[in-house]
Nanobody, 122 residues
Framework: QALLVESGGGLVQAGGSLRLSCAAS????????MAWFRQAPGKEREFVAR????????YYADSVKGRFTISRDNAKSTVYLQMNSLKSEDTAVYYC???????????????WGQGTQVTVSS
């Protein structure tokens, strides 16, 4: 399994932007479909966005479509999540995940980062 390390979280006002990064090591990065999930206090971990191995195709949860953009740089073994027009309901711990098949469920991904906190103040 790949080692994934997220960075870029923080405190931002509603309407602002943040960019999360996730650096991978230990495995061939292009073997993995990459995704972002998030978990708010008292709630289950939910799917946010997914990107294919080549980066050609992306898929988003309805709640973030049009505001968030997932991308990857295979040369740097890094996946990104650009978050714009942030809302208070986007407050959560954001997790990077990697899997061989992809999907939108927690069980579809075998490698996970430790998470990074994003707090949006209203």
């Amino acid at each position: 399994q790949a080692l994934l390390v997220e960075s870029g979280g923080g405190l931002v006002q509603a309407g602002g932007s943040l960019r999360l990064s996730c650096a991978a090591s230990g495995r061939t990065f292009t073997d993995y479909v990459m995704a972002w999930f998030r978990q708010a206090p008292g709630k289950e971990r939910e799917f946010v966005a997914r990107i294919t191995r080549s980066g050609a195709y992306t898929y988003y949860a309805d709640s973030v479509k049009g505001r968030f953009t997932i991308s990857r740089d295979n040369a740097k073994s890094t996946v990104y999540l650009q978050m714009n027009s942030l809302k208070s309901e986007d407050t959560a711990v954001y997790y990077c995940a990697g899997g061989r098949q992809g999907g939108t469920s927690y069980s579809d991904f075998s490698s996970w980062g430790q998470g990074t906190q994003v707090t949006v103040s209203s």
